[in-house]
């Protein structure tokens, strides 16, 4: 089993293909269509902002690839942090349009006056909680926690969809799944335990998918 990482210029690429490998799966760093068509699942990381995201997976014509991998061929694919994000409508943070697979947007945190108010970025160890009964919540528990580094987070339009929630001021949503589209607001590869947790659900998820 192959996982692609969408190698867009602006991924954490190297610290994601490091823990896959160590749960013993092959990578492969890419924006080739033809290996990510033929990957067993695909990864779009995101370090930056969302403008900037959707400028580079437009100029490399990933954009249209993806969203024929995610759609058309259904195949398991997860966003990390603001690649993510890049699957929603839009962001606050930028004006340019998001790839749009599920019914969300990305809000910027902002605290009332009834909320304590905290610094943003969002950073360092956050606990999860309301587990969806799904696979990819699969070894979650009170203790399971995520490192995050956001300004940003989802608003999910279809509650149905959030598979974990996490808490900074407010309750957010810090991951949602529609079918084979995934989205996680933290990082996994900096997560140790949870997120290699985390990923090997993922492993698991792809590996029922993969043909044969």
């Known amino acids: 089993m192959t996982i692609a990482i969408v190698d867009y210029e602006c991924g954490n690429t190297g610290s994601i293909a490091n823990m896959l490998r160590h749960l013993g799966a092959n990578t492969k760093v890419t924006r080739d269509t033809s290996e990510l068509q033929s990957a067993s699942g695909i990864i779009l990381p995101g370090v930056g902002s969302f403008d900037t995201g959707i400028e580079k997976l437009t100029k490399f014509g990933l954009d249209k690839t993806l969203s024929t991998l995610a759609h058309a061929d259904r195949k398991p694919l997860l966003g990390v942090c603001l690649g993510a994000q890049l699957m929603t409508k839009s962001s606050e943070e930028g004006k340019k349009l998001g790839m749009g697979w599920i019914d969300a947007v990305t809000k910027r945190f902002r605290f009332n006056d009834n909320e304590h108010k905290l610094p943003v970025p969002h950073m ?89």
């Open 124 to 212: 360092g160890w956050s606990f999860v909680s309301s587990f969806a009964e799904d696979q990819m919540c699969d070894g979650f528990d009170e203790f399971t926690k995520f490192y995050f580094v956001h300004s940003y987070h989802f608003e999910i339009h279809n509650e149905d969809m959030t598979l974990i929630n996490s808490h900074y001021g407010y309750s957010f949503p810090a991951a949602f799944r529609q079918g084979n589209v995934i989205g996680v607001q933290f990082h996994p590869e900096k997560s140790h335990r949870h997120g290699m947790n985390l990923m090997k659900n993922f492993l698991t998820l792809c590996n029922e998918c993969s043909p044969g």
